[in-house]
């Protein structure tokens, strides 16, 4: 697709429905429960069809052989389109390369809400399995009646149909019609066994890699538009800083200098080129006056302490009582984990392109949610969210909810001021790391009591966190960093937590182990003076680390080896499977201890108790004297169910892996009273590719399962491996994350 092409919107979408299909897309947004006459509903349908349920919202069989897919699920370096493209290929017997996949469109797709916790394979592609199922059978019921046949007496080979015995043949692009697809779902038509797909479970080429390794244009940092300006943003220097003066008059005359957007503490500009750009925003930023507050908390441990006196909002997650058997306990352990405010830290910064026609608006940004996106942007801008079209485009780097949906209010209010010339605002590395949402700072502490047997018999689990999913599309706030800055500003949302049982904080705090007696507590603190929302995991990533680190605590105190101890408290096959493979995939050793310089730890998790079963083990080296920790291999199993993709389903779990080993080593972000400190690299050191673990990954397929979510599967596993392998190797334990070279050197002479 070209740079022109990038721009098209409602014309492009004309032209499509005149020209570019038999089978007219006109998509239709249904609730899951319809009603269909007095006192009757519509049956649920599976995954995402259930909220989108008409057939030509998701497939169009177009004249000129080709198919067209369209999902509310988008690219995020996952591999998800070609996965996608994977699955419908598959049911409606076509080849891969008829199909295009449109993603992420407002204007086009489907909505799917946000393309988050590891649901694009389990909702967006159940939904397309069902849909083109169901497409397929209705393709072969017009072309049974056009041959003289039953559906039962014909065979599809990429889409030409062909009559058994008799041998008369036609193909889908004969027998479509325009009519055909445009109708409700009905699930009734049943996905192809497993026996009988071609394209489902084999590792085909990613169609989002090309682009990338050949300089194409991959992102929408590559967008170039015809009459395009360069924007950047100037941002108060803290988060409550108010703007007290400004003589705007010097930048607006400096060269390239278009338009300087001022509204409120919300500063702007937009230039011919990029490095005027960058330089009347430097001008900028040194022609302001702010005036600052000294209200952010308290840093390092004691952070932890502030966030259990906070304001509370508690839930009970878990509460399972057995006092007989907890009264067995001969011995009892408690211990408390942190884990520090952690950035995104995508490669490249946030960046969108904004254009406006007349009263009309559109984006392009790499949102993880498109229809989410276009709902905040109309309350910012004070429009309808019918006058705006949100395209999701590629960024470099995601992860959960970075600047992405930020950046693209920024443009839109700068492309405002330029009358009708699009704009590419930017941000700036600093940008990035200051203003974006962070993964909330978290304590947990655990306690337990283990009988004669070694058997745990009570368990306690307490987690303490802000909220972790503050995206745009709350119905009670807008959560667009611009629009809390404008001379009129919106609030944002209020802090929640995502229910039970997928969670947000308490996210994998309820044990998979069968406990006697449990009991999962939530401290939501409501009140955000540092920004968070989604982080990938959300709170899985630390209430694992902090869960199997307290297991393989106990089953120190057992007298148990790790691996041993966890498979007596499992009764769940898959998630002993997966423990079992990995433990062979090792070489683990029962009661393997490590020499005080090198040791190996285990990990487990099936995340948010619905998706992947993950297994980890880690080998750690590590130098007292220095503190450095490296981590030379990783091993990893995985089940998944149904493996669409192997190649792509290896590649989450290997970057899961790689991901967690450099927030489990590294990552935390600095502040002082009155700012964000953390601003660039060096203030933020990640793991570089020459630290960067051998991975080892095993898939265990289930071909008659369902598919269920892998992408965030490996990072709460990885932590606490690398934690355990390092009490492993030194006999001494740490809580706290990061494990950095101060908090080693410390332990090391404890």
């Known amino acids: 697709m070209s740079a022109v092409k990038l721009g098209a919107s409602r014309p492009a979408r004309r032209r499509f429905l005149k020209h570019g299909a038999a089978l007219t897309i006109v998509f239709t947004l249904a609730p899951a429960i319809r009603a269909v006459g007095q006192g009757a509903t519509a ?6 069809l259930a909220t989108n349920r008409r057939l030509d919202g998701w497939l169009a069989v177009n004249a000129d052989g080709t198919v067209t897919v369209f999902t509310g699920k988008v690219e995020l370096g996952q591999g998800i389109t070609t996965a996608l493209a994977q699955i419908v290929a598959d049911e409606l017997d076509v080849d891969l390369r008829r199909i295009t996949m449109i993603s992420g469109d ?8 946000v393309t988050s916790g590891s649901l694009s394979i389990e909702q967006g592609g159940t939904a397309l399995r069902f849909a083109a199922a169901e497409a397929r059978e209705l393709l072969l019921a017009s072309a049974a009646a056009k041959l003289g046949a039953t559906p039962g007496e014909l065979t599809v080979v990429d889409g030409v149909i062909t009559t058994v015995p008799a041998g008369k043949r036609t193909t889908y692009w004969e027998v479509t019609t325009v009519e055909l697809l445009k109708r409700d779902a009905t699930a009734k038509a049943r996905p192809k066994p497993a026996a009988a ?19 194409g244009v991959a992102y929408v940092q590559d967008m170039r538009l015809p009459g395009m300006l360069f924007g950047r943003v100037v941002r108060p220097p803290s988060y409550r800083a108010r703007l007290v003066a400004l003589d705007e008059a010097p930048v607006r005359a400096l060269p390239g200098v278009v338009v300087v957007v001022r509204d409120g503490n919300f500063l702007g500009v937009a230039a011919e080129r990029e490095e005027q750009a960058i330089a009347a925003a430097n001008a900028l930023r040194a022609a302001c006056k ?7 908390p308290p840093s390092g441990a004691a952070l932890f302490e502030h966030m259990k006196r906070a304001r509370l909002v508690d839930s009970v997650v878990s509460d399972k009582i057995n006092a007989e058997a907890a009264g067995k306990a001969v011995k009892r352990l408690e211990a408390n984990y942190t884990r520090p405010f952690q950035a995104h830290a995508s490669i490249g910064p946030s960046c969108a392109v904004a254009v406006w026609k007349e009263a009309a608006l559109t984006v392009w940004s790499h ?3 498109v229809f989410p996106l276009r709902g905040d942007l109309a309350k910012a801008l004070a429009i309808p969210a019918s006058d705006i079209v949100v395209v999701h485009r590629e960024g470099s780097g995601c992860y959960g909810q970075n600047g992405a949906d930020d950046v693209a209010l920024d443009a839109a209010l700068v492309a405002r001021a330029t009358r009708g010339r699009p704009v590419k605002l930017q941000w700036m590395r600093e940008d990035e790391f200051a203003w974006e949402p962070y993964g909330s700072a978290m304590a947990m502490r655990l306690s337990a009591g283990i009988d004669v047997a070694g058997t745990v018999v009570d368990w306690q689990h307490d987690v303490w966190s802000h909220a972790h999913s503050m995206r745009p599309g709350d119905q009670d706030g807008c959560n667009l960093l611009a629009a809390w800055h404008l001379d009129k500003p919106l609030a944002p949302g209020p802090g929640r937590n995502i229910p039970q049982p997928s969670g947000g904080s308490d996210r994998n705090s309820v044990p998979l182990y069968v406990f006697a007696q449990q009991k999962v507590t939530n401290h939501l603190l409501p009140d955000m003076p540092i920004r968070v929302s989604a982080l990938r995991t959300l709170g899985a990533y630390a209430n694992v680390f902090a869960l ?16 041993e101890f966890r498979l007596r408290h499992l009764t769940d096959p898959r998630a002993k499977a997966v423990l079992e493979t990995v433990a062979a995939m090792a070489g683990w050793k029962q009661g393997e201890k490590g020499d005080g310089r090198r040791g190996r730890g285990v990990g487990f998790a099936k995340y948010k108790n619905l998706a992947v079963w993950c297994a980890v083990i880690a080998e750690i080296q590590v130098d007292t004297a220095t503190g450095a920790v490296r981590v030379p291999k990783v091993w990893a199993a995985a089940d998944a169910g149904m493996i669409v993709n192997p190649d792509g389903f290896a590649n989450q779990i290997e970057g899961g892996c790689i991901q967690s080993t450099s927030w489990t080593l590294r990552e935390a972000v600095a ?12 203030d933020y050191p990640i793991l570089r590719i020459d630290e960067v673990p051998a991975v080892e990954v095993k898939l265990i397929d289930r071909p008659d399962e369902r598919p269920l979510g892998v992408g965030e599967g490996a990072q709460g596993p990885t932590a606490a491996a690398i934690m355990n392998a390092f009490a492993n190797a030194t006999g001494k334990r740490v809580r706290d994350l990061p494990l950095s070279a101060e908090r080693v050197k410390a332990v090391s002479k404890s």
């Open 671 to 682: 502040y002082d009273t009155t700012r964000i400190l953390t601003r660039s690299w060096s």
């Open 197 to 215: 797909r071609r394209i489902i479970g084999t590792s085909v080429q990613r169609r989002d890699i090309p682009a990338k390794v050949t300089g």
């Open 106 to 113: 407002t204007s086009r797709t489907p909505n799917e809400g």
């Open 548 to 563: 199997e680190s307290f297991v393989d605590e106990l089953a120190a105190a057992a007298g148990a080896d790790p691996v």
């Open 43 to 48: 049956p649920v349908l599976p995954g995402s």
């Open 290 to 296: 702010w005036e600052e507050k000294t209200d952010l």
């Open 367 to 369: 949102t993880q949610g």
